[in-house]
C-alpha cells in the first residue's frame, strides 16, 4: 500500500506502508520531518498533518485526547490529525497527507 505524503517543501512522496503501521512511524522513518517527541503517545502533537479533504471522513473520529493536543498544535485547521492517532489498513491505501508546519 501507498501513502501519498507533501512535505513542508511542497514534493510530494510516495511511500510504502503495511495495514496496520502507525502513519506517524512511517513518515518518521521516511524522515518526512515528524518529530515525533512523545514516541507517539498523542502527548505532544509534533506529527501533526493535514488530511487531504477526501480522506478526512473515511477515517476514524479523533478521540478526546487527540481534539485536546490539537487544541495546542499550531496552525490547525478542520483536517488536522495526529498521524500517532492513524493506523494504516487497506481501506487507507493512497491516503493523502500534507505534514503540517514546524511550530519551533
Same mark, same amino acid.
Given at each position: ?13 510516495? #511511500? ?5 503501521? +502507525? #502513519? ?45 493536543? #490539537? ?16 493506523? #494504516? ?7 493523502? +497527507? ?7
Amino acid at each position: 500500500m501507498i501513502v501519498s505524503v507533501i512535505d513542508r517543501e511542497g514534493k510530494t512522496h510516495e #511511500l510504502p506502508a503495511k495495514p496496520g503501521q +502507525v #502513519l506517524m512511524r512511517v513518515l518518521r522513518d521516511a524522515d518526512m520531518g515528524i518529530k515525533a517527541e512523545c514516541d507517539g503517545c498523542c502527548a505532544c502533537a509534533t506529527c501533526h498533518i493535514y488530511v487531504d479533504n477526501d480522506w478526512y471522513a473515511k477515517l476514524d473520529t479523533p478521540a478526546d485526547e487527540e481534539q485536546d493536543m #490539537l487544541d495546542e498544535a499550531f496552525d490547525v485547521q478542520e483536517n488536522s490529525r495526529l498521524s500517532c492517532q492513524i493506523t #494504516l489498513s487497506e481501506a487507507t491505501d493512497g491516503l493523502k +497527507v500534507v505534514i503540517a508546519p514546524d511550530w519551533d
